[in-house]
């Protein structure tokens, strides 16, 4: 069985610095590289970013929920929020060939998640958004 | 995230160290929004201590970017690390940006 990290953290961005820690902690038993934290930050970084600042229809207290377990052909992400529904998966790229001044601002954040990660996979159940993700180790 | 500004003749050198984030974007913006109020046109932005970058980071920089495309100022970043250089390629931001492999380079180019 491969070792489970959970973590459940509020609606908060200075919550992610403790996830993150972590994270860190996880990477560096299972002796994880630069590039693969690098890109884990990254791809906690942009979805818990956006569930924190866009997910919510309300002000209140709300929990996500993220689970990191690993093995050695695969690291697999889940995150759980109860924010309203948003399907990353369906989502259309952004076209990333535009000169700059056509680029528009912002829109990249899921693009780098579904780049850098081998599978992003979504599920609304409960009323909750769910997110499994997964980064292949093996060459 | 740390940033210490110098001068570089008429160059304003912003050099990041740690993580442009989230949490940490809007420092920079408002160091670029500073420097552009005081008439600075040139700037050059060190990713040498820089370990981490985010679309936040980004955003800002594009921000930046167009900005001094319209008052015909200059953006170079300079001393990317591989792992930021691939978030710059995913995002499509390396042929939109200057980019040089030295804070030396950086000023040669703009000078």
């Given at each position: 069985?491969?070792?489970?990290?959970?973590?459940?953290?509020?609606?908060?961005?200075?919550?992610?610095?403790?996830?993150?820690?972590?994270?860190?902690?996880?990477?560096?038993?299972?002796?994880?590289?630069?590039?693969?934290?690098?890109?884990?930050?990254?791809?906690l970084?942009?979805?818990?970013?956006?569930?924190?600042?866009?997910?919510?229809?309300?002000?209140?207290?709300?929990?996500?929920?993220?689970?990191l377990?690993?093995?050695?052909?695969?690291?697999?992400?889940?995150?759980?929020?109860?924010?309203?529904?948003?399907?990353?998966?369906?989502?259309?790229a952004?076209?990333?060939?535009?000169?700059?001044?056509?680029?528009?601002?912002?829109?990249?954040?899921?693009?780098?998640?579904?780049?850098?990660?081998?599978?992003?996979?979504?599920?609304?159940?409960?009323?909750?958004?769910?997110?499994?993700?997964?980064?292949?180790?093996?060459? | 995230?740390?940033?210490q500004?110098?001068?570089?003749?008429?160059?304003?050198?912003?050099?990041?160290?740690?993580?442009?984030?989230?949490?940490?974007s809007?420092?920079?913006?408002?160091?670029?929004?500073?420097?552009?109020?005081?008439?600075?046109?040139?700037?050059?932005?060190?990713?040498?201590?820089?370990?981490?970058?985010?679309?936040?980071?980004?955003?800002?920089?594009?921000?930046?970017?167009?900005?001094?495309?319209?008052?015909?100022?200059?953006?170079?970043?300079?001393?990317?690390?591989?792992?930021?250089?691939?978030?710059?390629?995913?995002?499509?931001?390396?042929?939109?940006?200057?980019?040089?492999?030295?804070?030396?380079?950086?000023?040669?180019?703009?000078?």
């Amino acid at each position: 069985m491969p070792d489970q990290l959970a973590i459940e953290i509020k609606n908060d961005l200075a919550e992610i610095e403790g996830l993150f820690q972590a994270l860190d902690q996880y990477g560096k038993t299972y002796h994880f590289s630069s590039k693969l934290l690098f890109d884990l930050h990254l791809v906690l970084d942009e979805l818990l970013t956006n569930v924190i600042k866009y997910g919510y229809d309300d002000k209140g207290d709300h929990r996500i929920v993220v689970c990191l377990s690993s093995n050695p052909e695969e690291v697999v992400l889940r995150v759980e929020d109860d924010g309203r529904p948003f399907n990353p998966v369906t989502r259309e790229a952004p076209d990333t060939s535009q000169a700059l001044e056509q680029k528009p601002i912002g829109g990249l954040g899921i693009h780098l998640v579904k780049t850098l990660m081998d599978i992003v996979e979504y599920a609304r159940e409960n009323d909750k958004n769910i997110l499994v993700i997964k980064k292949k180790l093996a060459d | 995230m740390e940033i210490q500004e110098d001068k570089r003749g008429d160059i304003t050198v912003l050099s990041l160290a740690g993580r442009l984030d989230t949490n940490t974007s809007g420092s920079l913006e408002q160091k670029l929004i500073e420097a552009l109020d005081d008439g600075v046109t040139k700037f050059i932005v060190d990713f040498t201590q820089l370990d981490y970058i985010s679309s936040s980071g980004l955003r800002i920089l594009l921000m930046a970017a167009k900005k001094l495309k319209e008052i015909n100022g200059a953006l170079v970043l300079s001393s990317l690390s591989a792992h930021v250089k691939e978030v710059f390629d995913i995002a499509g931001f390396t042929p939109i940006f200057t980019l040089a492999s030295s804070l030396d380079e950086a000023v040669a180019g703009i000078a």
